[in-house]
T-cell receptor, first 116, second 115 residues
Framework: GAVVSQHPSWVICKSGTSVKIECRSL??????MFWYRQFPKQSLMLMAT?????????EQGVEKDKFLINHASLTLSTLTVTSAHPEDSSFYIC????????????FGNGTRLTVT | AQTVTQSQPEMSVQEAETVTLSCTYD???????LFWYKQPPSRQMILVIR??????QNATENRFSVNFQKAAKSFSLKISDSQLGDAAMYFC????????????FGGGTRLMVKP
């Protein structure tokens, strides 16, 4: 079945550095990728939607300059957390639509980011 | 904008018993999809069951079934013959049939299964 590969699965970085998270669709083309953030014991909140060949759409309250999203190809979308701070520590999950509109979304396994 | 509400932060069930998780949603749309996702400690999102709003028949997947009440905007999940492996966070989610494929999630219910 369709798989979204997300890397890294966990990362620890120092405050002020940048971290890049990659999501790849392995056996299908993902023209769209949804990026969610999940704080401990909370739900998944949509941060932004990336679209291949165009600018990402950010949800209200999400800083575009801090969370840089690039959809470089039909199989790769990246989220870069720039100048990370401890409050950016969270679980980030990507998901891509299936082949048809009726298909369920395919989720990556998530990235646990800890900023020290 | 659509909202999804799960009023039970935590639920507990005895192994082999049945438990029902509640979910309500608010939308002005007539066509949409509803989902239940399971998130175990690994934090992987696992699709449990889905329901198309235009279908009157409640979806079932083995031990999992839903009670979809469109007029009441209610979408509960029933887990029969609960197993220890069912222990996880469960999220109810909404997806519009008109615009975009993104999911709007409820706050989640933590299900504990007692042996």
């Amino acid at each position: 079945g369709a798989v979204v590969s997300q890397h890294p699965s966990w990362v620890i970085c120092k405050s002020g550095t940048s971290v890049k998270i990659e999501c790849r669709s392995l056996d299908f083309q993902a023209t769209t990728m949804f990026w969610y953030r999940q704080f401990p014991k909370q739900s998944l909140m949509l941060m932004a939607t990336s679209n291949e060949g165009s600018k990402a759409t950010y949800e209200q309250g999400v800083e575009k300059d801090k969370f840089l999203i690039n959809h470089a190809s039909l199989t790769l979308s990246t989220l870069t957390v720039t100048s990370a701070h401890p409050e950016d520590s969270s679980f980030y999950i990507c998901s891509a639509p299936g082949v048809s509109y009726n298909s369920p979304l395919h989720f990556g396994n998530g990235t646990r980011l800890t900023v020290t | 904008a659509q909202t999804v509400t799960q009023s039970q932060p935590e639920m507990s069930v005895q192994e082999a018993e049945t438990v029902t998780l509640s979910c309500t949603y608010d939308t002005s749309e007539s066509d949409y999809y509803l989902f239940w996702y399971k998130q175990p400690p690994s934090r992987q999102m696992i699709l449990v069951i889905r329901q198309e709003a235009y279908k009157q028949q409640n979806a079932t997947e083995n031990r999992f079934s839903v009670n979809f009440q469109k007029a009441a905007k209610s979408f509960s999940l029933k887990i029969s013959d609960s197993q220890l492996g069912d222990a996880a966070m469960y999220f109810c989610a909404y997806r519009s049939a008109y615009a975009g494929n993104m999911l709007t999630f409820g706050g989640g219910t933590r299900l504990m299964v007692k042996p």
